[in-house]
């Protein structure tokens, strides 16, 4: 472990550390998040990189250029990843990527290499989602695939909007929207990350390469039924959501083993929430994701039907709505194999490739910009949570195989 990697992590530790779970709260346009945003653009400043905050939230910091528009077309080499946690996250889920980009700069300056192409760090907002219901806010809003329209209608759970919440951190709302000028400014965006499985561990390698992410999404599924004393009311007469919503998630773990594909609901929200009252309504938050698109509809189509002949049942109503979406990401193959070549020649031996059901910001770049990622050995196979791991070696080779990659992509 590098002495500046390992500063910095010290330096980002305690923010937004919850100190009873040990895990990071850092959602989008709080307090820890501001702190995390200080953090970075302390990190540009104190390597004299260019500072820049884009129209989304997204900082940059440039080596090379003054921001985006000294940049020929295709010509910068980006790494990064974002700051932001799930509720009581774990420490490296973002941050390991922002870091070792830091960390892999200070290593190529102590190489003395002389980097031919622009090199940027970027830290995506709101990556996570955690807050607004709607993952990679900040890459969506940059590529066009979240409209500023849909962005301002976000709300977190006290119904703060998403405008609100920037204008109190002291951002302005309004200037969000695409960004193509500053993506086509990028020839390669390459994201390195805590891996979120086991992978690596079973393989016995530090460090690999993604293939491809998962096609994965969020439905929001609303059980109506009629509030009612617990003590007093017959179960004949009762309209309880509750039992459709416990019927459902029953029925989401029995697609998702059929299809050989992931189902959770992790979120759920109950009104009045009285431990004497029948709910009123139950809405419970679905996550899933498949190995192919058709697996992904038929586990989804096999989840609504069961609700939804569940909720009739229980004389309840059901809605479903289709939250966010990120299609099947197969990353380029050009730049994928350029990522195993200079591996490969750099001494390492061969760096496994391997998929991931995880979204990421390289993912909805993927569709706008080459990207490509690198994967660092989690000896717990954990995430979103405070266990997930990353032993001070690994993280010492991801550093050194970005290092690598960034010299390889931006040294002509
Ligand atoms: C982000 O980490 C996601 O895969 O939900
Ligand atoms: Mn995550
Ligand atoms: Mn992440």
Aim: charged share 25%; proline share 5%; net charge negative.
């Amino acid at each position: 472990m590098t002495a500046s990697f390992h500063e910095m992590w010290q330096e980002l530790r305690p923010i937004g550390r919850n100190s009873s779970s040990g895990g990071y709260r850092r959602y989008a346009w709080t307090g820890a998040d501001a702190d995390c945003r200080a953090w970075f653009k302390a990190q540009a400043e104190a390597r004299g990189l260019a500072y820049e905050l884009d129209r989304n939230g997204n900082q940059w910091a440039w080596l090379g250029a003054t921001g985006y528009q000294d940049v020929a077309p295709g010509d910068a080499v980006v790494t990064g990843s974002h700051l932001d946690s799930v509720p009581d996250g774990g420490a490296f889920d973002g941050p390991l990527g922002v870091v070792s980009s830091f960390a892999a700069l200070d290593e190529l300056r102590g190489r003395g290499t002389e980097l031919d192409k622009p090199l940027a760090i970027v830290n995506f907002g709101d990556e996570e989602g955690a807050r607004f219901g709607l993952a990679c806010v900040g890459s969506r809003l940059a590529a066009g695939a979240l409209t500023t329209e849909a962005a301002h209608q976000l709300r977190d759970g006290d119904g703060t909007t998403l405008p609100q919440a920037m204008e109190r951190a002291g951002y302005d709302p309004e200037a969000i929207g695409p960004d193509p000028e500053r993506l086509a400014r990028i020839g390669a965006f390459v994201e390195l990350h805590v891996e979120q499985g086991r992978a690596l561990d079973l393989s016995g390698d530090p460090v690999g390469i993604a293939s491809a992410i998962w096609p994965h999404g969020r439905w929001r599924f609303d059980f109506h039924g009629e509030a009612n004393h617990a003590g007093t009311t017959r179960l004949e007469d009762r309209r309880d959501p509750m039992l459709s919503y416990a019927a459902t998630v029953l029925a989401a773990r029995e697609q998702a083993r059929l299809a050989g594909a992931l189902a959770t609901f992790g979120k759920i929200s109950v009104e009045p929430n009285g431990v004497n009252a029948i709910p009123s309504l139950v809405r419970g938050w679905l996550d899933s994701r498949a190995p192919d698109q058709d697996t992904l509809d038929t586990v989804i189509n096999g989840i609504e039907r069961a609700a939804a002949e569940r909720a009739a049942r229980d004389g309840v109503d059901l809605t479903v709505v289709r939250e966010s979406f990120t299609p099947v990401v197969e990353f380029q193959h050009a730049l994928r194999d350029e990522l195993s070549a200079i591996l490969a020649k750099t001494g390492e031996r061969t760096v496994p490739v391997l998929g991931t059901g995880a979204g990421h910001d390289a993912g909805i770049l993927s569709g706008t910009i080459p990207t490509a990622m690198l994967f660092v050995r989690n000896p717990t196979g954990i995430s979103h949570s405070p266990a997930e791991a990353a032993n001070e070696d690994d993280c010492a080779a991801g550093v050194t195989a970005l290092a690598d990659v960034l010299e390889g992509l931006a040294c002509h």
